[in-house]
């Protein structure tokens, strides 16, 4: 079987997009100067945290302004002001609005809304808001490129069809130009950071403000304090612990030559405890794990370090 020419045409298309990468990923001289401050959904997004971390990033920064009061876990709408808004803060206090259902105040668990929507109508906007403040560009200036990457794919894939028919190799072919013409269409004009985004979402941005993170306390814990782990179980060894996450935040210590420091947190309630307990996690872990969610742990108590993470249940 002669695979040469399919084989030379893949690697044509892979040289094509690769260059169309490379060449989409040069700075481009913004339009308008980058924001010297952005707010802090912004700042999430460009953090590459996920939607419901951005959402409730601008609901509490909302809160902050005035639009709503926080109590605890529940929270309640105000007065409308006079205040412009951003498309995604209306977009944020409308879908409040519409699943408090006229009510006083709700839990803040419940104005969640779903990972679908948000993901169609809430982080769209919060991308354009980014681009706006000159802090993200798109990749591709229109749909264009994208367009001609997936086209082109039928090359590679009629003629490795041609020469192998419906072997192993016809099959790959046709999964590969599959998938990757439709990342490249899904992925549309794409989203990248510029170099002020990405100052400003590097390890020297400013820490997330312990006092805006969500607190949930479905677990029974009604308490506002938290005790370190150390001081929870004195002398212990590693062990598994249980329970829901009830809030989690940063700790940056200033490094001076050598740069800051950045400490990840989270404190865990038992569900009958006065008190919490809080654990330092890794990056990866306190970005995956979300207040309100179940957790089954092991720890070292002695330095408050969470090893591993053995449970993870999503409250919604």
Avoid: C
């Avoid at 668990?109 to 706006?132: H, K, N, T, Y």
């Amino acid at each position: 079987m002669d695979l040469v020419w399919p084989v030379a045409a893949w690697a044509v298309w892979v040289a094509a997009l690769a260059a169309a990468f490379k060449v989409s990923s040069r700075e481009r001289p913004p339009k308008a100067p980058p924001a010297r401050d952005a707010p802090q959904p912004v700042v999430e997004l460009l953090r590459d945290m996920r939607a419901q971390e951005v959402f409730h990033a601008a609901l509490f920064e909302l809160a902050g302004r005035g639009w709503a009061t926080v109590e605890g876990d529940r929270l309640a709408l105000t007065t409308p002001r006079r205040e412009p808004l951003l498309p995604y803060e209306r977009w944020v206090l409308d879908r409040v609005a519409a699943r408090m259902k006229g009510a006083a105040d709700a839990p803040v668990v419940a104005l969640m809304p779903d990972g679908d929507d948000l993901e169609r109508a809430f982080m769209p906007l919060v991308r354009q808001s980014a681009i706006d403040l000159g802090l993200a560009r798109r990749r591709w200036p229109t749909m264009i490129v994208p367009v001609l990457l997936a086209a082109a794919l039928v090359v590679p894939w009629y003629a490795t069809i041609t020469r192998s028919g419906v072997s192993w190799a016809g099959g790959i072919a046709t999964m590969v130009s599959f998938v990757a013409g439709i990342s490249l269409l899904m992925g549309g004009r794409g989203f990248l950071p510029t170099a002020r985004g990405r100052e400003i979402a590097g390890p020297e941005a400013a820490p997330l403000n312990p006092e805006q993170e969500w607190i949930f306390t479905g677990s029974g814990w009604h308490g506002v304090e938290i005790e370190p782990a150390e001081a929870a179980w004195p002398g212990h060894k590693r062990q598994e612990v249980t329970g829901h996450v009830v809030k989690r935040w940063v700790h940056v210590e200033s490094g001076g030559e050598h740069g800051s420091r950045r400490d990840y947190y989270i404190a865990l309630h038992d569900g009958s405890s006065d008190k919490a307990t809080a654990f330092r996690v890794e990056q990866g872990v306190y970005k995956d794990v979300l207040p309100g969610d179940a957790v089954r742990l092991v720890v070292k108590p002695r330095s408050g370090i969470v090893v591993r993470v053995l449970a993870h249940e999503r409250h919604w």
